[in-house]
């Protein structure tokens, strides 16, 4: 029986099960032992998907510290000699999984999109080259298959619940944290873009109007997105970050106010049913795409469209 270990998504811990897709196909359905290594105290949504929880002991490890987790799967290899180990694609993945990959000494194929039966190989895909090829990654070695996998990429459809056990990882980390906390920042915003039907993104063309998207995207009961303009530089956070190198959505409503429509960006946006777009450039890649195009300031459509609300519900 193969075994693969999956870490947990620690922006969204429901998402970890995503990860046992990624399993079952390079495996097949039952033939695979799954191990889920959870940092978070929450691990109810997991039970009955998983065949072993390994919970991380309180205090043990901060889950900002990269290097003190790598320990962490570092050790849980050693002991169960994962054939697999997957790591989800959030920006903490990203940083734990070329770490751990070094240390074990195998490949690491990040940013993993789809998995495909190659006769006795599995290929496993991921967009290359800023998105305009997709690569087919062989894995023919001895070492474990080590994977990022882009969020929202894979669904998990359970079958029949599974008996988990749950156990505690409880032996302190060798190497002291790299990281040390200056400040801690309110974070606005705790709703999931991926799990909002309306989106309200903004892109370089908002970059000094940002705030306002979050007036109307409570008028509209939705949630605020930004490109990754505006994440680099540090206007937006990067947990709203929309695109490949963000979070895959698939909202009913997708307004986006002074965003280009850059390959990268549209990568991010699936089964969108209506896409509208504010753009003073009429040309911008993204209004030939979209079913309503406002030609126009992005921030006189907020006062305005705000004012016909107001008008609506008074
Ligand atoms: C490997 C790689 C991964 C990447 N991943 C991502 C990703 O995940 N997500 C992502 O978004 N990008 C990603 N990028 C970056 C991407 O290539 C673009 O640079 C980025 O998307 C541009 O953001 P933007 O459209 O918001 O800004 P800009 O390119 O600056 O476009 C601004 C737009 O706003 C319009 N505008 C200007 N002023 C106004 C106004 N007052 N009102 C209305 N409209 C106005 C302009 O006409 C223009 O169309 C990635 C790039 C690489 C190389």
């Known amino acids: 029986m193969k075994k ?6 620690t922006e969204k811990t429901e998402n970890t099960t995503d990860l046992l897709e990624v399993a079952e196909r390079i495996y097949g359905q039952g033939q695979f032992e799954s191990h889920a290594v959870l940092l978070a105290d929450s ?22 510290d990269p290097q003190g987790i790598c ?11 994962f054939d697999s180990i997957l790591i989800p694609g959030t920006s903490l993945g990203e940083m734990i999984a070329p770490r751990l990959a070094k240390r074990l ?12 039966r190659a006769g006795d190989h599995t290929e496993i895909i991921r967009p290359a080259f800023s998105g305009k090829i997709l690569e087919g990654v062989l894995h023919t070695g001895n ?14 459809k359970p079958g029949d619940p599974l008996q988990t056990v ?7 980390v060798s190497s002291p944290s790299a990281v040390t906390r200056l400040h801690v920042k309110e974070n606005r915003q705790t709703c999931d873009i991926r799990d909002s039907e309306v989106l309200i993104a903004g892109g370089g ?28 530089q540090g206007i937006a956070p990067r947990s709203i970050q929309v695109g490949q190198s963000g979070k895959t959505v ?5 307004m986006a106010l002074g965003i280009h429509g850059s390959m990268q960006h549209m990568a991010g946006l699936r089964h969108i049913a209506s896409l509208i777009s504010i753009n003073t450039a009429v040309n911008a890649p993204i209004c030939s795409l979209s079913d309503i195009v406002v030609h126009g300031d992005a921030r006189e459509f907020i006062d305005r469209l705000m004012k016909k609300i107001a008008l609506y519900r008074s």
């Open 4 to 9: 693969t270990c999956i870490f947990q998504d």
């Open 43 to 64: 691990f109810d949504p997991l039970m009955g998907s998983f065949h072993h929880i390994i919970r991380v002991a309180k205090g043990l490890v901060d889950c900002y």
């Open 71 to 81: 320990d962490i799967l570092e050790n849980l290899h050693k002991k169960n000699r």
């Open 105 to 116: 000494q195998t490949g690491l194929v990040a940013g993993v999109t789809d998995i495909k």
């Open 143 to 156: 070492g474990p298959v080590m994977m990022s996998i882009r969020p929202n990429a894979f669904e998990y």
């Open 166 to 172: 749950v156990s505690a990882y409880t032996e302190p």
């Open 205 to 232: 063309g908002v970059k000094e109007s940002f705030s306002e998207l979050y007036r109307l995207a409570d008028a509209l009961k939705g949630t605020v997105a930004a490109s990754r303009k505006l994440v680099d």
């Open 250 to 254: 698939s909202p009913k409503l997708y």
